[in-house]
């Protein structure tokens, strides 16, 4: 095993997702970070007192005479995992809050083709990609799965950015040769799925982008192109490649995809067709997905990306998130910028909590008008029953955005929770700094501000990127208020 020495040591409280229904709290511990980015080793409460003796039983105080660097969280300030948004596009980022009196096939038209169509001018990707990103970063964002647009270049300029700021993202060129305007429209699928290729080349080198297939959505592609891309998506002999695409997010868009893939049951089926569906898919939306659908996509091993603030402001439904937990379905959050109004995913998981509870209102009232609709009772309850009917709770929330987002993008074992050999992608939340006097309006007991699980609570519910005080990715400071730029 390859030896590295420990650059960075952070002694604090820490809160780690362990399942869809727990998290761990540790108020006093030590981590250590080796100089590759990941995690060494975890002692749990270890006192004030007893931190010297700990680093120095662990022999690396002074290892090849390096300064280890210590991180002292201060009082307020607790570490997590990074937060992983499972589903955005970076071109829609400058459309931010328009057009939602639109619904989505209206909205594309109008809004967002007319938009990333923009991105064929490279110096306007140039221009506008670097400061999206650093928003998404800035909110604690430390993995994305970006759509790019349809252009190779600007899609390269994308993953360069990425790579220069050193942010863990996924990055797909999008794929569309139908059904799109003719001023937006990929000129054959064979040049698409070409276009794909080398734009898969160019990030091979990029240790941390993941290249990923992206057919917009089956209504935007020709058999030929999804059948192009299934092919590609499953040629590599090593590491499989990401896939990401939409799914059953409108009534008149599952209709649509209906009419066009006659053969196909339903519209999971069109993407298991060309064998689009599997583990490493990632699947935006499935608000209106049928049992059987919900079932294939399991039995895949796809995950769906829950995106709530788009689908209630495109008011497309509200997925029934409790119903697909209960179905042992990987699901993770999405900011799904710009149906979605906000990058930050502490945004996502209050409208996730809210999605929920319109769901369980519907059930206790007998009113199943969202996409309830299906029963829940002929579902086989694993050993993950009880989600459906209920709001989420709080450690769902937060397993949803970090170790449940991990799973979705096939990395569980690389990110989504602090623990040893995977990388050091993670925060440090720091609860009095931005002086948010809603954080600390209810804060009277001494006990309570040294409760981590009321502390996160707070965070998900009141907090914003002003608490966000450090972003770090496979153990480089990239965000965060006390990030300066250019520093390291
Ligand atoms: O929310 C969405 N945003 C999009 O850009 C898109 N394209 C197809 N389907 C979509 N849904
Ligand atoms: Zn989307």
């Known amino acids: 095993m ?66 280890v660097e210590v991180i002292e969280l201060k009082e307020g300030q607790f570490i997590m995992p990074g937060f992983i948004d499972t589903h955005t596009h970076a071109p829609q980022v400058p459309n931010i809050g328009t057009g939602y009196r639109y619904e989505l096939l209206e909205w594309l038209e109008k809004y967002t083709f007319p938009l990333e169509a923009q991105f064929a001018d490279v110096e306007y990707a140039k221009k506008v ?154 699947l935006a939306h499935g608000v209106w997905l049928d049992e059987d659908e919900v079932a294939l996509i399991q039995e895949r091993g796809s995950g769906i990306s829950h995106c709530p603030t788009s689908n209630f402001n495109l008011k497309s439904g509200v997925a029934p998130v409790g119903r697909y937990l209960d179905c042992g379905v990987k699901v993770g959050l999405g900011t799904d910028v710009s149906g979605g109004f906000s990058p930050s995913m502490l945004v996502t998981m209050r409208n996730a909590s809210i999605a929920s509870t319109v769901v369980a209102l519907g059930h206790q009232h007998g009113r199943l008008n969202c996409a309830t609709s299906g029963s829940t009772s002929t579902y086989d309850h694993g050993s993950n029953s009880g989600f459906s009917g209920s709001p989420l709770a709080l450690a769902t929330l937060f397993f949803l955005a970090t170790l449940g987002g991990a799973q979705v993008c096939a990395l569980e074992d690389r990110i989504g929770s602090l623990d040893v050999g995977k990388a050091w992608d993670a925060l440090i939340v720091d609860l009095q700094e931005g002086s948010n006097p809603a954080l600390w309006s209810q804060e009277s007991e001494e006990e309570e501000r040294n409760n981590l699980a009321h502390q996160l609570e707070r965070f998900i519910f009141c907090g914003d990127d002003r608490n966000v005080y450090g972003v770090w990715v496979q153990g480089r400071l990239i965000g965060g208020t006390s990030f300066v730029e250019g520093s390291k």
């Not at 360069?160 to 942010?167: C, L």
């Open 129 to 282: 990609y670097p400061e999206i990103v650093k928003r998404f970063i800035q909110c604690g964002t430390t993995t994305c799965c970006y759509y790019s647009t349809i252009h190779l270049a600007s899609s390269k300029v994308l993953a360069d950015i990425v790579h220069s700021v050193g942010q863990r993202a996924l990055i797909g060129k999008c794929n569309m040769d139908r059904h799109c305007p003719e001023y937006y429209r990929e000129e054959s699928a064979q040049r698409s799925v070409e276009d794909t290729r080398a734009f898969i080349k160019y990030v091979e080198p990029l240790p941390l982008v993941y290249p990923v297939v992206t057919p917009r959505f089956a209504i935007s592609c020709s058999r030929e192109l999804l059948a192009g891309l299934g092919e590609l998506a499953n040629a590599a002999s090593t590491s499989p490649l990401h896939i990401q695409t939409h799914i059953s997010e409108n009534p008149s868009e599952v209709a649509w995809a209906g009419e066009l893939f006659p053969e196909c049951k339903n519209y999971a089926s069109i993407y298991d067709k060309y064998h689009l569906l599997r583990r490493g898919t990632i």
């Open 2 to 67: 390859a030896k590295y020495t420990i650059k960075t040591i952070f002694h604090g409280p820490l809160i780690n997702p362990t399942s869809l229904l727990s998290f761990d709290t540790i108020p006093k511990c030590l981590v250590g970070v080796n100089s590759d980015g990941n995690i060494a080793w975890i002692e749990r409460d270890v006192s004030d007192g007893q931190v010297k003796e700990a680093m120095d039983r662990k022999g690396h105080l002074h290892s090849d005479g390096l300064e």
